[in-house]
């Protein structure tokens, strides 16, 4: 009984904590606001509000918007693609290779995390390299993983801290004189027809690809179809501006059953915190180190910072990367083909994560 009251004291504290990023440090608020403050009430002492049998609102939540339903995950897709502009990777399509390069670190880190876990709790640890929130989601719930909850709450964590360790990790596998690279983009024009079919052509090509991805890229595609059509201009800008952070918001509290101090603190979810970070690590990794390999055949050189935009953490990834190249170089603005790498990296992540399923579901 002691114990479980240290543990429940410990989670109302780690809620606290969550508080305390998403308020001060602006850190994800739409998320870890609602974690820590679920956090907080699933662990009070004979809280019944996330309790199935007294039919809490939390357990409600968890059962309806992501156990049984997957509601959530796949609305937020809708909110997600509705805000993503294709044009840089449409108007430089290459870009999807430094996408696809940048999920390296998922298989790597899967393979590691077998070597401890069973196999579908490894799959659904390596997905946190993925930095796509609702694919983690998705894929640890169908693999049906015995560590959803920390799955999640590293998840995310690590996606709102790509702004501190994706510049470390960029800086120690390249050199200056290869940050100095400078770039120079020359968009080209993309007609309101490409973006049109742009969603629909990939939607198809995933589903014949990935199958179990079809939920989640059809989503994504659909939302940006709703940007690109032109003619639902409002409820384009509700799906960006409230449908997303809305259901971001009670995604955070539907979480909250599975933060129990009980389930949450076991030397489990520390090696999750491990594996999560080398799997943001070598995501980052992979994409450089396909630049590097690439230049080693290409005349006119790319920067290999470029390959940090290629995990799904939009558009973070992609302001770190500016942000480094602006430090190697005044005169380099590498943006446009961050972003159209980072959008790419989207995709990517979410057909890994159908393949991941394809494999072990």
């Known amino acids: 009984m002691k114990l479980e ?128 929130g609702p694919t983690a989601i998705l894929v640890s719930m169908r693999l049906h993983s015995s560590f959803i909850a920390p799955i999640l709450i590293v998840a995310y964590c690590y996606m709102a801290l790509v702004p501190i360790i994706q510049p470390i990790v960029l800086r120690l596998v390249t050199t200056q004189k290869e940050r100095e690279i400078e770039m120079h983009y020359k968009p080209n024009g993309v007609s309101q027809t490409t973006r049109i079919l742009f969603p629909i052509v990939v939607t198809v090509v995933s589903g014949l690809i990935a199958p179990d991805s079809i939920s989640l890229v059809g989503m994504l595609m659909f939302g940006n179809l709703i940007r690109e059509c032109k003619v639902l201009g409002s409820l384009q800008r509700a799906a960006e501006n409230i449908l997303s952070p809305l259901i971001t918001l009670l995604l955070g509290l539907a979480i909250a059953p599975k933060m129990s101090g009980a389930e949450l603190l076991r030397w489990e979810s520390l090696m999750i915190i491990s594996f999560g970070l080398l799997a943001f690590t070598f995501d980052t990794i992979c994409g450089v180190l396909f630049i590097k390999g690439a230049n080693l055949f290409l005349k006119q050189k790319v920067n290999p910072l470029i390959g940090g935009a290629g995990i799904s953490s939009f558009p973070m990834s992609s302001r770190v990367v500016q942000s480094e190249g602006l430090k190697a170089n005044k005169q380099n603005h590498l943006l446009p083909f961050a972003l159209g790498a980072n959008v790419s990296g989207q995709i990517a992540s979410v057909i890994a994560g159908g393949l991941i399923l394809r494999v072990f579901s």
């Open 5 to 132: 009251l240290f543990y429940s004291a410990l989670m109302m504290a780690v809620g606290g904590i969550l508080i305390y990023l998403a308020i001060k440090k602006k850190m994800e608020p739409t998320l870890l606001l609602p974690m820590g403050f679920g956090a907080i009430l699933v662990n009070i002492p004979g809280s019944m509000i996330a309790s199935s049998e007294a039919h809490g609102i939390l357990a409600w939540l968890y059962e309806i918007g992501i156990n049984n339903a997957e509601v959530f995950p796949l609305l937020l897709f809708i909110g997600i693609g509705s805000m993503i502009d294709f044009g840089p990777l449409l108007s430089k399509p290459w870009l999807i290779f430094i996408g696809a390069a940048g999920q390296g670190g998922i298989f790597i880190t899967m393979i590691i995390a077998s070597l401890f876990f069973p196999v579908n709790d490894a799959a659904s640890i390596g997905i946190i390299g993925a930095a796509d």
